[in-house]
Nanobody, 123 residues
Framework: QVQLVESGGGLVQAGGPLRLSCAAS????????MGWFRQAPGKEREFVAAISVGGSTYYADPVKGRFTISRDNAKNTMYLQMNSLKPEDTAVYYC?????????????????WGQGTQVTVSS
């Protein structure tokens, strides 16, 4: 069982940065691929980024070059550094954990989810 808690969301102006954190409980964090997803009003939840057990990363095209995912296994924490934010990045951001070693973009591969944190980018 892995419990996840996101933090760091808020209101930011377009072009600004924001850093999200995802704190995980349990001793198996290092054995899970971790991912970030987001859901805007009226839209389906979409993949943002993922990081494997070994540290390999994968990004959705809309955030490539602007967002950076990382993890600190010693602190059981994952991060999402978001730069050059755009109004279309506005959404609730969720962290998730998948019991596998390789990255995946598939929502159903992730067994554990946080409660979400709101990110609002003003123009």
């Amino acid at each position: 069982q892995v419990q996840l808690v996101e933090s760091g969301g808020g209101l930011v102006q377009a072009g600004g940065p924001l850093r999200l954190s995802c704190a995980a409980s349990g001793r198996t964090f290092s054995r899970h691929t971790m991912g970030w997803f987001r859901q805007a009003p009226g839209k389906e939840r979409e993949f943002v980024a993922a990081i494997s057990v070994g540290g390999s990363t994968y990004y959705a095209d809309p955030v490539k070059g602007r967002f950076t995912i990382s993890r600190d296994n010693a602190k059981n924490t994952m991060y999402l550094q978001m730069n050059s934010l755009k109004p279309e990045d506005t959404a609730v951001y969720y962290c998730a954990a998948a019991p596998r070693t390789t990255v995946t973009t598939v929502t159903t591969h992730y067994a554990y989810w946080g409660q979400g944190t709101q990110v609002t980018v003003s123009s």
